[in-house]
Nanobody, 123 residues
Framework: QVQLVESGGGVVQAGGSLKLSCAAS????????IGWYRQVSGKKREFVAL???????DYADSVKGRFTISRDNAKNTVYLQMDNLKSEDTAMYYC?????????????????WGQGTQVTVSS
């Protein structure tokens, strides 16, 4: 099973930017689809963005126009560039993978999650 490690979180003021990284233990071209998710303590984990080998991306409505997902196949890493951050973006951020992009929307069906990386936006 592929191992994914999230990093890049931190504390930033509202309106600022952060870039998260999701490093995979194997080639992301064979994984195909990778998604970013976030969870606020006490609330359900939610989908944020996804990318596929074919170049397709999708975003949650709450982050469209502010977040950009990208991938570096040579580094086996997927990034989440977060701009114009808002206090409501404060959460633990996770990444996960699937061969079929449609599976990435089924947040509760993943068998496991990594440690995540904490993003805190101060107002």
């Amino acid at each position: 099973q592929v191992q994914l490690v999230e990093s890049g979180g931190g504390v930033v003021q509202a309106g600022g930017s952060l870039k998260l990284s999701c490093a995979a233990s194997e080639s992301i071209t064979t994984i195909n689809s990778i998604g970013w998710y976030r969870q606020v303590s006490g609330k359900k984990r939610e989908f944020v963005a996804l990318t596929t080998n074919g170049g397709w991306t999708d975003y949650a409505d709450s982050v469209k126009g502010r977040f950009t997902i990208s991938r570096d196949n040579a580094k086996n890493t997927v990034y989440l560039q977060m701009d114009n951050l808002k206090s409501e973006d404060t959460a633990m951020y996770y990444c996960n993978s699937a061969r079929l992009a449609s599976f990435l929307y089924r947040v509760t069906d993943f068998p496991s999650w990594g440690q995540g990386t904490q993003v805190t936006v101060s107002s």
